[in-house]
């Protein structure tokens, strides 16, 4: 069950939103009224302890981007323990240094959308009812 966020954590996020950087605005504009497959994106949105950059709630997708402090030693760690608890919660980390924002939106646009379009592929069919699809409980497969 997901952790709902502290008000000190609301109003944390509420102050990133207010004092976003150049990067975050940038892609804000791509992503925000749902540009990208009518998908709805937060921005520094709370996921406890965390506060994700951007977040589509409908494909569990996390949209993070890394300034020059994140090449350092001790933020490489703290951002791997925290992709790896996001994965956890079943959310997908998706990383972009604002470099290639600033230099290739289009390119960063692009991959947005392919991971967007496979995570909402079309969910595999039911299974078949029980005893259906066997016979007599022995496998189809079996080898002779």
Same mark, same amino acid.
């Given at each position: 069950?997901? +952790?709902?966020? %502290?008000?000190?954590? $609301?109003?944390?996020?509420? &102050?990133? $939103?207010?004092?976003?950087?150049?990067?975050? @605005? @940038?892609?804000?504009?791509?992503?925000?009224?749902?540009?990208?497959?009518?998908?709805?994106?937060?921005?520094?949105?709370?996921?406890?302890? *965390?506060? @994700?950059?951007?977040?589509?709630?409908? !494909?569990?997708?996390?949209?993070?981007?890394?300034?020059?402090? &994140?090449?350092?030693?001790?933020?490489?760690?703290?951002?791997?323990?925290?992709?790896? *608890? !996001?994965?956890?919660? /079943?959310?997908?980390?998706?990383?972009? =240094?604002?470099?290639?924002?600033?230099?290739?939106? %289009?390119?960063?646009?692009?991959?947005? @959308?392919? +991971?967007?379009?496979?995570?909402?592929?079309?969910?595999?069919? =039911?299974?078949?009812?029980?005893?259906?699809?066997?016979?007599? /409980?022995?496998?189809? *497969?079996?080898?002779?």
């Amino acid at each position: 069950m997901p +952790i709902r966020p %502290s008000s000190n954590q $609301r109003q944390f996020a509420r &102050h990133l $939103r207010a004092n976003q950087t150049d990067c975050e @605005l @940038l892609l804000w504009q791509k992503l925000r009224s749902r540009q990208i497959a009518n998908l709805k994106f937060r921005r520094q949105f709370p996921c406890p302890p *965390y506060v @994700l950059d951007f977040y589509c709630a409908e !494909l569990k997708l996390a949209i993070e981007l890394d300034g020059g402090q &994140h090449y350092e030693t001790a933020a490489k760690i703290h951002d791997q323990r925290r992709t790896l *608890y !996001l994965q956890q919660q /079943g959310i997908e980390v998706v990383r972009f =240094s604002n470099l290639e924002v600033i230099e290739r939106m %289009s390119e960063v646009f692009e991959q947005i @959308l392919k +991971i967007a379009a496979n995570r909402t592929s079309p969910p595999h069919p =039911s299974p078949l009812p029980e005893g259906e699809g066997t016979d007599r /409980g022995v496998s189809r *497969y079996t080898s002779t």
